[in-house]
């Protein structure tokens, strides 16, 4: 079965660092999001990607931050310089574009900034 | 903004017996779409069910059946003849259909199936 894959799993940094999650969505899906969960709290919307470029931002999702999907299979999440809050689960779905297209979740990528 | 609000933060039940996780949301909207997702320990949230507000027979798969009270915005999922599979963190989501489709979750409900 087709599935969300992201890396890496775990990620340590220091405070002030460039880190870049990568994501492989399912193959014929159009809609690209990322989503961050800090421990203990809601899943929160950070991105949504379609047709090559950000269709909605949250937010969190300031100057720090930008997509990318360069080559049409990874979507990537690149964090420029990385804040103690920015410590969280990151989960990279995709869906397909039908409007109640389910959304399709990876493992998640947990990043701890030190 | 829509706002989703899930105040069980952890529940338990019996194996075998039946439990109900409770969601609430807030929108102005009309036409949206409610989902329940499970996360089992270090894996992926995966879709349990799903509703159209416009719909207003409430979704059933399997074991896995919601209560949609679109007047007072409740949305609850139902777990029947519990299984210790189903021991995972439950999301309920709200997705407004727009150019975006992003989603809205609540804080989760940890759920304990106890043997």
């Known amino acids: 079965e087709p599935e969300v894959t992201q890396t890496p799993s775990h990620q340590v940094t220091q405070m002030g660092q460039e880190v870049i999650l990568r994501c492989v969505p399912i193959s014929n899906h159009l809609y690209f999001y990322w989503y961050r969960q800090i421990l203990g709290q809601k899943v929160e919307f950070l991105v949504s990607?379609?047709?090559?470029?950000?269709?909605?931002k949250s937010e969190i999702f300031d100057d720090q931050f930008s997509v990318e999907r360069p080559d049409g299979s990874n979507f990537t999440l690149k964090i420029r310089s990385t804040k103690l809050e920015d410590s969280a689960m990151y989960f990279c779905a995709s869906r397909t574009g039908t409007v109640t297209g389910e959304l399709f979740f990876g493992e998640g990528s947990r990043l701890t900034v030190l | 903004a829509q706002t989703v609000t899930q105040s069980q933060p952890e529940m338990s039940v019996q194996e075998a017996e039946t439990v109900t996780l409770s969601c609430t949301y807030d929108t102005s909207e009309n036409n949206y779409y409610l989902f329940w997702y499970k996360q089992p320990p270090s894996r992926q949230m995966i879709l349990v069910i799903r509703?159209?507000?416009?719909?207003?027979q409430n979704a059933t798969e399997n074991r896995f059946s919601v209560n949609f009270q679109k007047a007072a915005k409740s949305f609850s999922l139902k777990i029947s003849d519990s299984q210790l599979g189903d021991t995972a963190m439950y999301f309920c989501a709200f997705m407004k259909p727009n150019t975006g489709n992003q989603f809205y979750f609540g804080t989760g409900t940890s759920l304990t199936v106890i043997p």
């Open positions: 990607f379609y047709n090559n470029e950000i269709s909605e």
């Open positions: 509703q159209e507000a416009y719909k207003q």
